[in-house]
């Protein structure tokens, strides 16, 4: 096979974190080949927030993120909608991103994506099923019986990664005992900019503005313990109802109005932080390296980032140096590792603290987020300081030019 100038670069896994490695690496001039298991990209669930940061690289890689979400100022709230704390950016990051984030339905983003990636770069119905480093280049073979060989491969290939799989053995999935259940509506005119995180003593039922496809609407969703062994709810809007009733009526309203085809229910599983991503010439991004629970509202949001930051690093490097690619691949993972660790064990000890604190401790809690400025301080002041953090690193980047979208 003959190598383009910079090198081929083989991204495993068609999500957010594949296609956003594929655009940014694409940027830079690297021949990248796609590959993904399903025979059509379809998005895995339907609601989504988008943080700034993850906004600021989607322009950079040349996706249309004109009108994608609904941007909103997010609130937590009790159930009764006392204030407890709010997620305050500064006024320049409010009036290039909108607010705290943008809502969004996950095909809106999935579709602007795909529709940023050149012809022939997506390989659909590709499922992987061997990789054999072969020290100067990485050898990929397919169930189909195609196979492939590129300098690098990344594996974007989501919580279940086989890629990390045959790197670093089995590793137990964590499930934290949280199910999710989600909804959305459209409506005929715009909604306010607010989105709310509201909790009671056991369960969150929370709401943000969405745009789709030019429509406005919301997104909703209920999160509570559960045991995995008992069977979900048959009626997801009937329960629904039933958890979000004493919290406010606004919510209770959005849930009413929800068509039953618009709704879906998760379990919420991730993986503790893996200590080591890359070997060789194989590295990973996105869930594969990081599963991130939903509590973050961030784990789309990091696989874009980490596509971005890896096509910076072998950027530097030439890939036919193994050292030097052995080099980029670590700068890369040394340079996520903190703050996707941060962000998702955050996440889970949020769970946590919400779902599975002992009954008796409850009252405690609550009285604690409800009179003093402590969950200001935990997520209200702390998560601005991650936006704030990301946002310079993605300032400093000399190989990406903002370029306008092609009309
Ligand atoms: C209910 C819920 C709500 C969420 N809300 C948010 C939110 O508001 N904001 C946010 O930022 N994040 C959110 N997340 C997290 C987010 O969905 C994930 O972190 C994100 O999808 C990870 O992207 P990824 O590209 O790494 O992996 P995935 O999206 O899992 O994509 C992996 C891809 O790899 C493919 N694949 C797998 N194995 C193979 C193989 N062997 N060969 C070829 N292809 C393969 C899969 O088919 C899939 O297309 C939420 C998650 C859930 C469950």
């Not at 080591?276 to 629970?293: F, I, N």
Request: with cysteine.
């Amino acid at each position: 096979m003959s190598k383009a100038i910079k090198g081929t670069i083989a991204i495993v896994g068609a999500g957010p974190g594949g296609m956003a490695a594929a655009l940014a690496a694409i940027r830079l001039g690297f021949q990248v080949v796609l590959f993904e298991r399903a025979a059509e990209i379809k998005a895995a669930g339907n609601i989504l927030n988008l943080w700034p940061p993850p906004q600021k690289i989607l322009k950079l890689i040349g996706v249309d993120t004109d009108d994608l979400g609904a941007p909103c100022q997010t609130f937590f709230e009790r159930y009764d909608g006392k204030q407890r704390a709010e997620v305050v950016l500064p006024d320049a990051v409010v009036r290039e991103y909108g607010g705290g984030f943008i809502g969004l339905l996950r095909w809106g983003l999935y579709k602007r994506m795909l529709d940023a990636l050149p012809p022939g770069v997506l390989r659909l119905g590709h499922n992987l099923t061997s990789i054999h480093d072969e020290g100067r280049q990485v050898r990929l073979k397919f169930a189909n019986g195609q196979e492939f060989v590129a300098d690098i491969l990344v594996g974007a290939d989501g919580i279940n990664s086989f890629v990390r799989k045959q790197l670093w053995g089995e590793e137990p999935i964590r499930h934290q005992r949280l199910h999710l259940v989600g909804g959305y509506l459209f409506l005929n005119s715009a909604p306010e900019g607010k989105g709310v995180i509201a909790h009671n003593r056991t369960t969150q039922v929370s709401y943000t503005p969405i745009r789709h496809e030019g429509k406005w609407g919301y997104e909703w969703w209920v999160l509570e313990a559960c045991d995995p062994n008992q069977p979900p709810p048959a009626d997801l809007l009937a329960f629904s109802r039933e958890r979000a009733a004493g919290f406010t009526r606004k919510v209770r309203e959005l849930i009413d109005a929800t068509p039953v085809a618009h709704l879906q229910r998760w379990e919420i599983r991730d993986r503790p932080p893996l200590k080591q991503w890359s070997k060789g010439r194989v590295t990973l991004v996105g869930d594969a390296a990081h599963p991130t629970s939903p509590y973050a509202a961030y784990g789309a949001g990091m696989s874009i980032e980490d596509g971005y930051f890896l096509a910076r690093e072998l950027d530097a490097v030439s890939l036919d140096d193994t050292a030097a690619v052995r080099g980029a691949l670590q700068r890369f993972e040394d340079r996520r590792k903190p703050h996707t660790a941060q962000v998702s064990q955050g996440a889970f000890h949020t769970g946590r603290m919400f779902h599975h604190m002992p009954k008796l401790l409850r009252p405690l809690r609550d009285w604690v987020f409800d009179n003093t400025p402590l969950l200001q301080k935990f997520v209200g002041d702390a998560m601005p300081g991650h936006i704030l953090s990301q946002l310079a690193e993605i300032e400093d980047a000399p190989p990406f030019r903002r370029i306008k979208a092609v009309p």
